[in-house]
């Protein structure tokens, strides 16, 4: 039903007036997300995907959906078996989209105010220890082109903080070695510093100094990690290399770019940095989604004193 080319999101013609309508404004919507707000083509790839979904469950309804439709919706949604998450992320998108069309002046009244989702225990983010780190950060043979390039990408992912998307993005330019610092383009095209410590700037200089260039054999490439055919590294490639590193290093537990993004954030807050630096090196536009990691630290406190007390 929405054709995807690049970041440009648009709606197949179906029969139906009022469906064609409801399309159109959903299209205006996606391109007020990539030209006014500026999201990542991922995320705009996600809203498409979640309109798409409830304009399937609409169908060649005879009005524009209102309060009862989307009670419907929500109640199609937990029959489906989908996990309160995925739910509350397209309830999500149907309150950005419904906020789109009220300041638009498209309705008079936003009928998305009452939807509620169930209510979600935010689950304490998985994170590695120092060792396994250091394992997973050994387990590229750094001898070979591409393994220069994975040990600096996992080097860097871990010393920054990164998202996946940030670190195959990221350009030759963007990378300070001097000043050990990062120029890193994240959510909503927002650019950040982040300070990148001396091993991460070691690798990535040895890679800068001859492996790259002979990935690039010739060629000329914009992006400071790229593949034998010049260009850059996708997510979904990064993925597969860091879970076959994973079963190298033997970790086999649910390994993602994410956990080492989960424990940057994590070391840092148990080596004492203030949550306030933690949110802008993350790169969050809310110190509330920084908080999470607070209950790790609780949970690890807990643990410790259960351990050591003598009288826990």
């Known amino acids: 039903m929405f054709q995807t080319f690049g970041a440009y999101c648009i709606i197949g013609t179906m029969p139906g007036a009022s469906t064609a309508s409801l399309r159109n404004r959903m299209t205006a919507f996606l391109n007020f997300c990539r030209l006014e707000k500026g ?20 169908g060649e309804a005879g009005e524009f959906p209102g309060a009862e439709d989307l009670d419907r919706y929500l109640e199609q949604l937990r029959q489906s078996g989908l996990g309160d998450r995925s739910i509350a992320r397209r309830l999500a998108t149907l309150r950005n989209f419904y906020a789109f069309l009220l300041r638009e002046g498209l ?12 209510r979600q225990w935010r689950t304490i983010p998985k994170f590695l220890n120092l060792e396994e780190i250091e394992r997973i ?11 220069s390039r994975d040990r600096a990408m996992l080097e860097l992912l871990y010393a920054c903080g990164l998202r996946v998307s940030e670190l195959c993005r990221l350009g030759k330019g963007d ?6 610092v990062l120029r890193v383009t994240g959510k909503g095209n927002k650019q950040r510093l982040v300070p990148a410590g001396k091993d991460a700037l ?19 490439s914009r992006y400071l990690f790229v593949t034998a055919r010049g260009g850059c590294l996708t997510r979904q490639g990064f993925w597969k290399l860091l879970r076959g590193y994973g079963k190298k290093a033997g970790i086999f537990r649910d390994l993602t770019p994410h956990v080492l993004r989960h424990s940057f954030a994590t070391h840092l807050l148990e080596g004492g940095a203030d949550l306030r630096s933690v949110q802008v090196m993350l790169g969050h536009a809310d110190i ?15 643990d410790t004193v259960e351990k050591h007390h003598p009288r826990a």
């Open 39 to 58: 999201l990542s083509a991922n995320s705009l790839l996600a809203y498409s995907a979640d309109l798409s979904n409830f304009s399937a469950f609409m």
């Open 107 to 118: 309705i008079d009244t936003d009928p998305s105010d009452r939807l509620r989702a169930s």
């Open 288 to 302: 509330s989604t920084t908080q999470i990691y607070t209950h790790v630290m609780r949970s690890r406190l807990r």
């Open 137 to 147: 950060i050994e387990a590229p043979d750094a001898s070979r082109p591409t393994g």
């Open 202 to 220: 070691k690798a990535v200089g040895e890679y800068l100094e001859g492996p790259r260039d002979k990935l690039l054999k010739g060629r000329a």
């Open 175 to 180: 990378i300070e070695l001097d000043l050990g």
